[in-house]
């Protein structure tokens, strides 16, 4: 009897001791995407800061996130004798996890233009322990330093930038932005807040703002509508507001701290400004504009690479445990429902990273101003429609790698899993909601006549795959894809038809491009062709080939065990 429970918790140390110590040299797939967009040299910078820092994630970040996790933020909002503070009190090992991520230079490669790979290679690594307390910050923060870089006037890049890109946690000024009205957040253009010019540069800004994540920070960034501006987005406002001015809050008073789903231990607030002094950036009828892209694009490329790291993680845990856990005398591996149910939630890790590191490269293509016209309109696209994917399938992956782990999969103190799926969750909330990103992109479609750009990019890899085996799947994919083609250019064209149907037809659109980009990396010749293939077409045979039934493919068992290589011996 006592040999038996021996044995089960045996295999729990085991499968705990089963993760990787350097969580980038073991994880051939990032190193991969990497390795195809990157020089030599780049890469051998990326690689060693990679090593080091998912070292250090493992080490350490990972132990003091689990320390606080159980330790919500506190608002103080008066000292002791009753001056207001406005203070927000966490627990010291939030920043000293804190101090590790700054540290990695996330927020020091964000003022640098051309440095994308870097900044989603760290953002992956820290969010394998899934702290979207930091991470969001770090967002956020990533969104302030380009719309200050691209818009701002000289002086107030000159004051800011220095500490938004400091290495040092405790030298470093945070960034966030508030656009969210208790009446509408995807409804921008529903902003009320107003703005008054005092006639000496600054502003004064009043209102309520109804989300406003890192309520903590040193500066926010918020649109507010100037006294006699138009309605609708048009008429809006972006400023800056530093936190306090001679020491004290600078015209705001927050009312109170959310109690969320997830992404716990950072603070969102509901605030009220009352004449915050305020500076514009750039013109004051840009405001939307430059919010949108600067700010909003970025932060919906780093919410896909956050989900990223979440599926990896995912994946990390269900595989490892899927190798010790014994049930009716196998180890469960060996059950062919959970090894199809290891390799599904591994393909969609794979496809994601694919998808966010090719959007990656044409994000540091527009950071750098270097994008070509069709490679800007790929990018208007992919950002909004990769992050509407990857933040679904992160739920979706996170959810599936808890039911591996069985009855313990739902316990917060057997792995990190249950935060994994709160703070997924609240990753699909912020940054977009899925319809109203599968509304913009069906208006971007038309408004800037790109259907064509958007479906040639996948036609053209996958037509592009010539090696047979490679080619066959590409041309099922291709089947389905003219398919797709066909229900977007109705969906464009008839606004009825696509107001209620192109939601399904974009999510198997960026599957097309997932897949075309698993092939062609299949295609160059190295250890990790065979994987990539079979992830390639067990996603076919999932979201494109709708005549596709596996249980009347024989190969698909072997697509499986391709799919998993070793991962579960
Ligand atoms: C944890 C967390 C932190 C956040 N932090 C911030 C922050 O720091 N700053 C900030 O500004 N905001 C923040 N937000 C707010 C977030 O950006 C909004 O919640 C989000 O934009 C959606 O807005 P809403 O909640 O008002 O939903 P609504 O806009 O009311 O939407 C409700 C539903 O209607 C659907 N819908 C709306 N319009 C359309 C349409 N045209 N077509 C089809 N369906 C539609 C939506 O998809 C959604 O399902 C945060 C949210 C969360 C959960």
């Given at each position: 009897m006592t040999d038996a429970f021996d044995t089960a918790r045996e295999a729990f140390e085991a499968w705990r001791s089963d993760f990787p110590d350097d969580p980038y040299s073991t994880d051939h797939h990032l190193d991969h995407v990497n390795s195809r967009y990157l020089s030599e040299?780049?890469?051998?910078?990326?690689?060693?800061?990679?090593?080091?820092?998912?070292?250090?994630?493992?080490?350490?970040?990972?132990?003091?996130?689990?320390?606080?996790?159980r330790h919500d933020p506190e608002l103080v909002k008066f000292d002791g004798i009753g001056n207001r503070t406005e203070e927000i009190r966490f627990d010291p090992a939030y920043h000293e996890a804190g101090a590790l991520v700054w540290a990695s230079g996330l927020l020091r490669d964000a003022g640098t233009p051309g440095l994308s790979f870097e900044q989603a290679t760290s953002f992956y690594l820290a969010s394998l322990e899934g702290e979207m307390g930091h991470m969001c910050a770090a967002t956020c923060t990533t969104g302030m330093i380009r719309v200050l870089r691209r818009s701002a006037s000289a002086s107030i890049r000159d004051q800011y930038m220095p500490a938004l890109t400091a290495v040092d946690y405790g030298d470093a000024l945070r960034g966030s932005q508030f656009l969210t009205e208790v009446q509408g957040g995807s409804d921008v253009g529903s902003v009320a807040s107003p703005a008054i010019e005092r006639g000496d540069g600054s502003w004064h800004v009043s209102g309520e703002k109804w989300f406003c994540s890192i309520a903590d920070a040193d500066a926010f960034l918020v649109l507010a509508r100037p006294e006699g501006a138009a309605s609708g987005t048009k008429g809006l406002g972006c400023f800056i507001i530093p936190r306090l001015i001679d020491g004290a809050p600078n015209g705001f008073s927050i009312r109170r701290l959310k109690d969320k789903l997830g992404t716990m231990s950072m603070a969102s607030a509901e605030i009220d400004f009352e004449n915050a002094v305020a500076y514009p950036i750039?013109?004051?009828?840009?405001?939307?504009?430059?919010?949108?892209?600067?700010?909003?694009?970025?932060?919906?490329?780093?919410?896909?690479?956050?989900?990223v790291g979440i599926m990896r993680r995912a994946y990390l845990e269900a595989s490892a445990y899927a190798r010790h856990r014994e049930a009716f005398g196998r180890r469960i591996a060996e059950f062919p429902l959970v090894r199809r149910q290891i390799a599904q939630i591994k393909a969609e890790w794979m496809a994601a990273l694919h998808s966010t590191w090719a959007l990656t490269s044409l994000d540091e293509?527009?950071?750098?101003?270097?994008?070509?016209?069709?490679?800007?309109?790929?990018?208007?696209?992919?950002v909004n429609a990769n992050k509407l994917t990857c933040s679904l399938a992160a739920t979706q992956t996170v959810r599936e790698a808890v039911e591996i782990l069985g009855g313990n999969g739902a316990i917060e103190t057997f792995s990190v899993l249950p935060r994994l799926l709160r703070d997924a969750v609240v990753y699909e909330q912020w940054e977009g909601t899925h319809n109203t990103l599968t509304a913009q992109v069906l208006r971007d479609l038309g408004r800037l006549d790109i259907t064509s750009t958007v479906i040639d990019r996948t036609a053209i890899l996958l037509k592009s795959i010539t090696e047979p085996v490679l080619a066959t799947i590409a041309s099922r994919a291709l089947a389905g894809l003219d398919e797709l083609a066909a229900e977007t250019r109705r969906s464009v064209e008839d606004a009825g038809h696509g107001a209620m149907h192109f939601r399904s037809t974009l999510e198997r659109l960026v599957r097309g491009h997932q897949i075309a980009l698993l092939l062609d990396s299949a295609q160059h010749p190295g250890p990790l062709a065979t994987e990539l293939a079979a992830a390639?077409?067990?996603?076919?045979?999932?979201?494109?080939?709708?005549?596709?039934r596996p249980e009347y493919d024989l190969a698909f068992d072997q697509t499986i065990t391709e799919l998993?290589?070793?991962?579960?011996d």
């Open positions: 040299e780049r890469l051998a910078g990326v690689r060693e800061m990679g090593s080091a820092f998912g070292r250090t994630v493992v080490e350490n970040l990972g132990p003091l996130v689990e320390s606080y996790q750039g013109n004051v009828d840009d405001g939307f504009k430059i919010m949108v892209t600067a700010m909003l694009n970025t932060s919906r490329w780093m919410n896909a690479v956050g989900d293509q527009v950071d750098l101003g270097t994008a070509s016209e069709s490679d800007a309109a790929f990018h208007r696209y992919l390639a077409s067990f996603l076919v045979g999932k979201y494109l080939d709708r005549s596709y998993l290589g070793t991962d579960l």
